[in-house]
């Protein structure tokens, strides 16, 4: 399964969500805070928090963490 | 009578649906996971990382032979209300549901509480935490402190350590010596359940460190260092007993939080915990609310871990048959046999638990006037303070209007809590329960697209 990140194409194998792919990629930090400008990464790792959200598929504001990989995704994060 | 609606495929939410088919019964059951199993039994599909697999796959192989049991996965309940006798859900899919009753079996979040640095990257809750390595084996960092207080924090460590993970220290920042000895009197086998925790760790050389906190984490732009304390009996810090060490990642649990969103839409009556002040679900012997036909089971009715859960679910799916008519209150009263004094001897070691592992004010201290306290709107400690003692708000709800604290997109169900308890230390006094309950005043329980709505609209 092929899935694009920040538009790179990268070859996932397992099914599983988007927040734990891009943090075994060592991609820690997912966005910037609006305000502050402040990097965050996954928190509570199960859609409470909202800290992990990434623009999926060009839809902003997605949960990283409860968010399944589908082949084709497009996932743009904080480089 | 349409068939329940079970909302949570945890372990309360399965077994209730067990019971609902072994009664002739059916259910759908609904969860935002595409899997069965909840917060406890999420696991991958490489088997290894699943815990105590036994009781789930039972489970699951029991739903799967009755095909009057409907699971949607991946579904999430935006919605919910009560009218007439019947519960209404909507979902993220655009469908929505209607039954004469429901089961309310959403579970709980990690409890957090701030201190400087708690924002960066690579901090994490101690269920975060669990919740990505038992997923998919994915790790926090190499290198991680585990902190806060409960007994959560073991297991949590445990699985780090048998990942490959570096756990540098595992530290209880309440006062628990003695304390495994306190709960083999009560539950012989969490007792076991603790040793193999601890056997791991001391096989490892963890340090567990009692009455230590982690009261800032630092790095630029992730956690390189954490700054941790030897704190007294409410947490405040022992001066001189600050160390620094270096860290890559540091995973955070104060217990847990009964998610109650959709609960508080469906107009249930909800309680005040005695010892911790959560608001959970009031419910009767028979998990009934007091909205008739809604249930509810599991951490929703007061956080007791999976066995009670299981328990409650069991009770309750039983009572749902008899109010469905589809079983006598006889027949029920064979399939109940020491359900009823299982939960209350269960329910008594959680809540003996939760004054050992209770959170003590002092935790405050560990604020800088820069620490961010909710997490979604930045809005910090200074802050909040402005906002009581220059703007004189003078109740939470003022408070977090005029400091948009709990505004933001998790709706307050991180700060919430959080917010509660520095807004009412600042105007000198402890949250309402009023105050409390409003925390988990959620209209929509999770944001929906446009097109969701549109569809819905139809
Ligand atoms: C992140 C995390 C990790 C944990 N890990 C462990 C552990 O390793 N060991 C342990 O002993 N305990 C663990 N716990 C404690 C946990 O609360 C268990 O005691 C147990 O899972 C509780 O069972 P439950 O059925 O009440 O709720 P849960 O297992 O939490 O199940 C609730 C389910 O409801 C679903 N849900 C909630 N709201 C909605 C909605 N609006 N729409 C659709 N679905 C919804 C959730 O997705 C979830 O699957 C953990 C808790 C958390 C928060
Ligand atoms: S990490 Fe909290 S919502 Fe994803």
Redesign the interface.
């Known amino acids: 399964m092929k899935v694009f990140v920040n538009g790179a194409e990268i070859e996932a194998t ?4 988007v ?3 891009l ?2 990629r060592r991609q ?3 966005r910037m ?4 400008g ?14 992990c ?1 990434v623009t999926i598929d060009g ?1 902003a ?1 997605q949960r990283a ?2 968010t ?1 990989l589908r082949e084709g995704m497009r996932i743009e994060v904080t480089s | 009578m349409s068939r329940t609606i079970i909302i949570g495929g945890g372990p309360a939410g399965m077994s209730a649906a067990v019971e609902i088919a072994r009664a002739g019964g059916d259910a759908i059951i609904i969860d935002s996971n595409p899997r069965l199993g909840g917060q406890y039994w999420r696991h991958g599909t490489d088997a290894k990382f699943s815990h105590d697999g036994e009781r789930f796959f039972a489970l699951q192989d029991e739903i799967s032979r009755h095909p009057e049991i409907e699971i949607r996965g991946g579904s999430q309940v935006w919605r919910a209300s009560y009218q007439d006798g019947v519960a209404s859900v909507w979902l993220n899919d655009g469908t929505s549901l209607a039954s004469e009753t429901l089961l309310i079996a959403t579970g709980a979040y990690d409890r957090s509480l701030p201190f400087p640095g708690w924002d960066l990257p690579g901090s994490m809750t101690a269920g975060g935490a669990q919740a990505l390595l038992k997923a998919s084996g994915a790790l926090l960092g190499r290198a991680v402190f585990v902190a806060g207080t409960g007994p959560f924090l073991l297991p949590v460590a445990a699985s780090l350590v048998e990942a490959g993970v570096k756990v540098l220290g595992v530290l209880e920042a309440n006062r628990v010596n003695g304390w495994i000895n306190h709960l083999g009197a009560v539950d012989f086998s969490k007792m076991k359940d603790a040793a193999r925790y601890f056997k791991i760790l001391a096989t490892a050389k963890v340090p567990i460190r009692i009455g230590y906190a982690i009261i800032e984490a630092r790095g630029d732009g992730r956690v390189e260092e954490v700054v941790i304390a030897k704190v007294d009996r409410h947490f405040a810090v022992k001066p001189g007993s600050i160390e620094v060490h270096k860290c890559d990642a540091i995973a955070t649990g104060w217990g847990f939080t009964p998610d109650l969103t959709l609960a508080h839409s469906l107009g249930v009556t909800t309680d005040i915990d005695a010892i911790d002040r959560s608001v959970v679900v009031h419910v009767d012997a028979f998990q009934e609310t007091s909205q008739h036909g809604v249930f509810a089971a599991g951490e929703s009715t007061g956080v007791g871990g999976v066995d009670l859960a299981l328990i409650e679910g069991r009770v309750a799916g039983i009572a749902i048959a008899v109010q469905r008519g589809l079983i006598s209150t006889m027949d029920a009263k064979n399939r109940s046999v020491g359900l009823a004094q299982e939960r209350s001897r269960i329910r008594k070691f959680a809540q003996a638990l939760l004054s050992v592992y209770k959170i003590r004010e002092g935790w405050r201290s560990w604020l800088h006037p820069e620490t961010i306290i909710c997490r979604c709107e930045e809005v910090t400690f200074a802050q909040v303070r402005n906002v009581v003692h220059d703007l004189g708000a003078s109740d939470v709800r003022t408070a977090k209007l005029l400091s948009r604290c709990g505004m933001g997109m998790c709706q307050g169900r991180v700060c919430g809590r959080i917010v509660a308890d520095v807004v009412g230390a600042e105007i000198g006094r402890s949250a309402t329960d009023d105050e409390l309950r409003g925390i988990h005043n959620r209209p929509i329980a999770h944001p929906i697209s446009l097109a969701t709505l549109a569809k819905q609209g139809q």
Do not use: A, H, W, Y
Not at chain 1, 14 to 17: A, D, K, P, R
């Open positions: 397992e099914s599983e969500n927040g734990t792919f943090l075994k820690q930090v997912l805070t609006r305000f502050e402040n990097p965050r990464g996954m928190f509570c790792g199960i859609g409470v928090c909202f800290d959200i839809i504001n963490c409860i399944q």
